[in-house]
């Protein structure tokens, strides 16, 4: 299956960043993305999407309490990723 030929799954996301962006939950999730070594995408529904390996623009995002947000990624094994990052992003890190 081409990852190319199908529109980026959208994703609920409840934890990534709050009102106040909280660096420990953003620091979680790019730190996942740089494990995969892969490029990825994340960005608001219609939005420019960002480079989700980098912990300041994930938190400069800002992705408030069950707002939508688009990952994507193109390389190889991109839905196992894609779908890691969703598991981890309906996942409470400031739970944890």
Do not use: W
């Not at 620091?27 to 490029?39: I, S």
């Not at 420019?48 to 992705?63: E, F, N, R, W, Y």
């Amino acid at each position: 299956m081409n990852p190319a030929s199908h529109p980026a799954p959208t994703f609920r996301r409840p934890h990534l960043a709050a009102a106040r962006p909280c660096p420990r939950p953003a620091a979680q999730f790019t730190q996942t993305v740089l494990r995969y070594g892969v490029p990825v995408l994340i960005g608001r529904e219609g939005g420019a999407p960002i480079d989700a390996s980098s912990v300041l623009q994930v938190m400069g995002l800002a992705v408030k309490h069950d707002e939508a947000v688009v990952l994507s990624c193109e390389a190889p094994g991109a839905d196992q990723v894609l779908d890691d990052l969703a598991t981890l992003l309906a996942t409470d890190l400031d739970a944890e």
